[in-house]
C-alpha cells in the first residue's frame, strides 16, 4: 500500500452530522480487492430530491448513462438509492455495461422496496473488465441490514481506489432560523482533469428544495470547484457528482432559485464542494505540493480558467514544484501557450506573496533566494497577471513527482 | 550528463551533403555552459530565399518576434545568415530582449557584410536571464574564421541543450533531370508540443524556388511533421523552423506551387522534416519507447488529430507505456476526453497488429499476454479507430519515465 499522502489534512476522515432521511452501509464484496470494504450503499427516504453532473467524456461508463437517464427521466415515486463499488469501472464493456448496472439495481430495488430506475450507481476502478455484478448482489441482503445514518466513513472509504485517505467534508447554514445540514465525500487521486464533476461525489443535506432549483446550484457550483481542479489533466470515464436534499429539515421548500434562501444554501454548498475538491488534490497520485493558481487581468473568467489549467497541467511547471525550484519561467511558458490573449510585456507573476515577475521582465526586488525558500512549502499560491482585463479564476493542482510514474507505470499489472 | 537516449539512431549523426551557398560556423561562447560549442553561425549565400514558421506562443520570444519581422518585411539586398545560440532563450527579458537581438545581429550583419534584416536569430536555454550578447560579439571573428560548407554537424552540436545527440537528416531529389539536394539539423528534448515548428530546425537546399513557394511548402509541410510530435504537451517560447533554399543547383526557378516539381520537391521536404522531427522525439526527456498513434475513423482529419494528440498527451496513456502495460483502457479515457465525436460502441484499438479492442469492447481473441509481450518493443504503434467517419491523423510521441522527472525537476538549479 502507498503511504498515506503528505498532504492529507491532519485528524484524519472529519466527523460528518447525520444527514437525516440518508443511511449508508459498506460490505467487502471482492470485487476486485480483498480484504476491504468496496461497495457502499446510501438509501434514500422518500420525498428527496436528487440532482447531478456527470464526465463529458465521449466514451462514458454505462454507470454514468443510467445515473444521466435517470435524472432525464425525473424522480419516480418512493425512495431512492445510491449505489456504489470500487475496483471495476464498468466502462468499456459493451453490452455487459448496461447489463452490469440493472443487475445491481433491480437487486438494490428489490432488496429496498423501490423503483430501480430510482437507484444511482457509480463504479470506480479498471477500464474495459466485466463487472463481477453477482458478487455485489450476493451482499445486498449485508448492505440492508448494515444501513446507519452514522455510516458515512465507512461508505467513503468503500469507494477508494488509489486514494490514500478517505474525503469527507460538512458545513451546517443557517436559513431563515432553520439550522440545514450538509455532509459530502468524494474519491479521486489520478484520472483527475473533471469535467464535470471529479470522479466520485456524494453529497447529501437535509434541506427541503425542489430538484429544479436544487439542479441548478449543483451545475453553477461545479465550475468552480470540481471544474477547477487537475490533478494529471486526464478526465476519467466516470465522473459522476450526485447531490441529495432528504428535506427533512423544519423548513418551507425552496421552490425558486430567486428565494435568498437558495444563495445562502448555495454559499454553504459550495464551500463543501470546493473542501471535497481540495481533499482530492491533496490526494493526488504522489503529490507532494497543493497549488493554487490564481489567474487574472484577463479577457474574461473564462479565459482566466484556460490560462490557470494551463499552468496546472504543464509537466514543465508540476515537476519544477517538485524539484522546489522557483522556475518562473515555465509558468510564461505555460502561459503563452494557453492561447488565450496576452502579451509578454505586461504579464507579472507572484510566487506567494512575493512579486517575482513585474511587466515583463524578473522583478528587481526578486532574488532567487527568496522563490527558492518560498518553494520549500506545502501549501503554495502562484498568481498571474495578464494585465489585458479583468476576468480571474483560481484552479488548484499538485505537483508531478516521481511517484506519480511509479504508480502509473505499474497500476494495472 | 545524461547517457544518450536509447532511442537515438546507431551510427551517429548522419553524413549530411554539401548545399552550396551555404558555409556553418561554431564556437564555445561560455554564453552559459563552459567547455563546450553553443553558438551557430550559418553564412547564405546572396539570391538565397528564405521561408520560416515559428511559435504561436503569446509569450515568444524577442529572436522569434524579430525573425518574423524579417519574413514580413521581406529580403533585403545581399546575402543572409543564421546565428543561433543555446544556454539562454533571451525570452521573457523586457527591453533587454530586443536589445539583445539587435547586439548580435548587427555584429554578424557587419562581420559578413549584409543587411542586420537579412540575419535570423534563434536562442534556446533558460528563460528569464538577459542575454549576455557580448560574448557572442566577441567571437565573430572566431565564427567567420571557422566558416565552411562540411560544418553542419558542430552547427547541430551547438544549439543543443538537454538534448542528448545532434540532430540530422538529408534527401536528394530529381526534379527533371537536376539533383537537389536537402540537408537540415533540429534540436528539442523538452517543451515540446510544437504550434508552429519544433524548438529549433533549420534546412538547407541548394534548389531554386521563389520565396512564396517556399514558404507556402514550408507551412503546409508542418502540420503532419512538427506539429504532430509531442513530448511533453509544453509548447516552447522560441519555436523556429527556418527553411532556406540558396538556388545553386543548375535549374530554372520553381515560381508557382503548381509547378510539377513544387510537389516532387515538396515530398522530398517533408521526408526530410518528418525525420527531424521524428530524431527530436526519440530525444524526448527521459524516452525509452518511441510510439507512433494513428486515428482513422474520425469526422475529420483535424479531429483525428485532436485525439491523437489527447492520447499522446496523456500522463496516464504515457505512464503505462513506461511501464510497459498494454492498457487500453487510459487509450479509451484518452479518446473520450478529446471531445471530438466518437462512440463508444464503435471503438476499435490495435497495438501494432494485434487487436485489443473491438467495437466497444475487448477483443475475444486478446490475451493480456500478446499485448504485454508487444510493449517490451521499442518502436510501438497505436491505432484507434472510432468508426465515425472518414479522417484520420498520425501523431508521435514516446512514453512517461522516472528520468523526465528527474530531468525536470532539476534542470535550472
Known sequence: MTAISPLAPKGGFPKLPVIEGVRFAAVGAGVKYAGRLDVMLAEIAEGSTIAGTFTRSKTRAAPVLWCQDNLAMGAQAGGAAIL?????????????GMNGVETTANAVAQTL?????????????????????????????????????????????????TDTYAKGAAASVDLDGVTVQIA??????????????????????????????????????????????????????????VVTATGRANMDEITSITDPRATTFATALHGVMLELAHLVVRDGEGATKFIGITVKGAESNAAAKVVGLS???????????????????????????????????KLS?????????????????????????????QDLT????????????????????????????????
Open 84 to 96: 456504489v463499488n470500487s475496483g471495476n469501472a464498468n466502462a468499456f464493456t459493451g453490452n455487459n
Open 113 to 161: 422496496g423501490i423503483n430501480p430506475r430510482n437507484v444511482f450507481v457509480a463504479s470506480t476502478g479498471v477500464i474495459g473488465e466485466p463487472l463481477p455484478a453477482e458478487r455485489i448482489t450476493a451482499k445486498m441482503g449485508a448492505l440492508r441490514d448494515g444501513l446507519d445514518a452514522t455510516n458515512a466513513e465507512d461508505a467513503a472509504r468503500a469507494i477508494m481506489t
Open 184 to 241: 459530502g465525500f468524494s474519491k479521486g487521486s489520478g484520472m483527475i482533469a473533471p469535467d464535470m464533476a471529479t470522479m466520485l461525489v456524494f453529497v447529501f443535506t437535509d434541506a427541503k428544495i425542489a430538484q429544479p432549483v436544487l439542479q441548478k446550484i449543483v451545475s453553477s457550483t461545479t465550475g468552480t470547484t470540481f471544474n477547477s481542479i487537475t490533478v494529471d489533466s486526464d478526465t476519467s470515464t466516470s465522473d459522476s457528482l
Open 311 to 345: 499552468i496546472a497541467n504543464s509537466p514543465l511547471v508540476k515537476t519544477a514544484f517538485a524539484g522546489e525550484d522557483p522556475n518562473w519561467g515555465r509558468i510564461v511558458m505555460a502561459t503563452g501557450k494557453a492561447g488565450e490573449a496576452a502579451d509578454r510585456d
Open 349 to 377: 507573476i507572484w510566487f506567494g506573496d512575493i512579486l517575482v515577475a513585474d511587466k515583463g521582465w524578473v522583478s528587481p526586488d526578486y532574488s532567487e533566494e527568496q522563490g527558492a525558500d518560498y518553494m520549500k512549502g
Open 382 to 413: 502562484v498568481t498571474v497577471d495578464l494585465g489585458v482585463g479583468n476576468g480571474s479564476a483560481t484552479v488548484w493542482t499538485c505537483d508531478l513527482t516521481h511517484q506519480y510514474i511509479t504508480i502509473n507505470a505499474d497500476y494495472r499489472s
